[in-house]
């Protein structure tokens, strides 16, 4: 039995990952069909080298919403061929071309809007590849990883089971772990959930550097839940955003306008109520009518973004003007590595890290909480604590680790380490209270509370319950549990 402390959690997720059924990790060069959906899903693709078998430039602004039941794979998906406008439509995917027709796809009107069929591996040579009468897209050869890797990866990340609120299985005999189980396997989980994002970052970084890969990470925490796609869109595009214009700070209002533009969120009417909403919208519409001809199809489509629910500190409106704040500091990457190479308090570490990636005064968004709300009473800064610490917990930390295992700089991975598990916790949330009422039987979180416990859990909810029903049926981690903790009740740890 392994004592409290050891890596216990990282050898129960490789066990639980190396079990034949769970997913195809046996010797096959070809996954399964459920698997190139996880792959589509979280588009672990070399996104700017995508070509159809006909040749032509792909660009996926939106890999669609997953599709549980009956009909394409994916709805709503939103591709760009060449130069052509971005178009709305499905997305079906099978292992190989010859799929579409013996499926009867091509007969079967629920599949009539389908834009790209997406398969493992095909050529433009093969006549059976030749014969689908749509664009198709082969996955062998432009993934961003390799396939073992994506395995290992996608088994923590995969599909999004609901979860219903009834206590989990776990619950009793978590509930048994002496004082220090609880706090030690959740920190367990978090640097598990660490790792696996590290690892995202360097295969993005090995395609398009460490300075891209951290902007597309930092604009994809920014897009709370459903725009994270736009937002890592346009993170995509940062050079050409960038084009003709200095790296100044003085840049960010003509950025402001490129970015608004560029996204589809700009609107074409003046309010006509709130005068200083006007004039910002005049300004932005004089600047992108001069530039959008340089942003040729790029223009994303409105229909992309969801406004359902969002509060107005978190519309993707604020999120863009914050990003043309950093897109226009020439120092924006360095500003992490300053944060980590200063000696901080732990008390220190969320408001230093506020204090570097808080833009400067903006005389509009400073004051206006969208392009359609009234000017508020009080100045509103664009970076708020909780979006601080989405930034540091799902970019800026595995940024600077992933870079300093690269570098084999141990000392650095420590000293990261050493913030991360001190990190101060986050609001709750919907996903938080769930998962606390299916593991902890809705008991809190271990005291003081730390962003890692939260983090911890959310890998658990991933690594387990996203892959057993509300049962509980299947689900190992209740076995897991029960020895440990009984082990470390009868030695006293
Ligand atoms: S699915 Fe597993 S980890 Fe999730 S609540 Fe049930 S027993 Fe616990």
């Given at each position: ?50 070509r ?23 709805r ?99 509930e048994?772990?002496p ?12 640097f ?14 090995r ?17 709370y ?7 890592r ?24 306008a ?25 300004r ?12 040729g199809?790029a ?17 993707p ?17 360095a ?57 540091a ?62 983090q ?28 440990w903790?009984?082990a ?6």
């Amino acid at each position: 039995m392994q004592p409290i402390g050891s890596e216990l959690y990282p050898s129960w997720r490789a066990a639980l990952w190396s079990e034949p059924g769970l997913h195809d990790r046996a010797t096959s060069p070809v996954p399964s069909e459920r698997f190139l959906q996880q792959i589509w899903f979280h588009q672990r693709l070399q996104r700017d080298a995508l070509r159809t078998l006909d040749g032509r430039p792909l660009t996926i602004l939106h890999p669609g919403f997953w599709n549980h039941a009956a009909g394409p794979d994916f709805r709503q998906a939103v591709l760009q061929f060449g130069d052509d406008a971005p178009c709305s439509g499905d997305v079906e995917l099978d292992l190989r071309a010859a799929a579409w027709h013996q499926h009867g796809h091509d007969r079967n009107p629920a599949y009539a809007q389908v834009r790209l069929h997406v398969i493992w591996q095909g050529t433009p040579t093969n006549p059976a590849d030749a014969k689908v009468p749509l664009p198709t897209l082969a996955l062998a050869d432009v993934l961003d990883a390799p396939l073992d890797d994506l395995r290992e990866w996608l088994g923590g990340e995969a599909s999004h089971n609901l979860l219903t609120a009834r206590t989990g299985a776990c619950a009793p005999p978590l509930e048994q772990l002496p004082a220090t189980g609880l706090p030690t396997l959740l920190e367990q989980a978090a640097f598990t959930r660490l790792r696996l994002k590290a690892d995202q970052l360097a295969a993005r970084a090995r395609q398009a550097g460490w300075d891209q890969a951290l902007w597309e990470a930092a604009l994809g925490a920014l897009g709370y839940k459903q725009n994270v796609w736009p937002l890592r869109r346009l993170a995509e595009l940062r050079e050409s955003l960038l084009r003709d214009l200095p790296r100044d700070r003085a840049a960010a209002p003509e950025l402001q306008a490129r970015l608004f533009g560029l996204s589809g969120l700009l609107p074409d009417q003046l309010t006509r109520r709130w005068s200083t909403t006007d004039a910002w919208l005049r300004r932005a519409w004089d600047t992108w009518w001069r530039w959008r001809e340089s942003a040729g199809p790029a223009v994303l489509p409105r229909s992309l973004w969801r406004f359902d629910g969002l509060r107005p500190a978190n519309h993707p409106q604020r999120r863009l003007a914050l990003a043309a704040h950093w897109l226009a500091d020439p120092d924006w990457t360095a500003r992490s590595e300053r944060w980590l190479a200063k000696d901080l308090a732990d008390t220190a570490l969320r408001p230093a890290l506020l204090a570097e990636l808080q833009p400067s005064e903006d005389p509009f968004w400073d004051h206006h909480w969208t392009l359609s709300s009234r000017p508020m009473s009080r100045p509103r800064p664009l970076l708020g604590e909780a979006r601080i610490t989405d930034l540091a917990m799902n970019a800026i930390l595995p940024w600077l680790w992933s870079r300093a295992r690269a570098g084999g700089n141990s000392a650095l991975c420590t000293r990261i380490e050493h913030r991360y598990r001190h990190w101060p916790a986050a609001a709750d949330n919907a996903l938080l209270r769930l998962a606390r009422q299916r593991l902890l039987a809705g008991r809190p979180l271990p005291r003081p509370t730390q962003a890692i416990h939260q983090q911890g859990m959310l890998q658990i909810v991933r690594d387990f319950c996203d892959h057993a029903n509300a049962l509980c049926d299947d689900c190992r981690f209740p076995e897991l549990v029960r020895p440990w903790a009984a082990a470390s009740a009868a030695s006293g740890a």
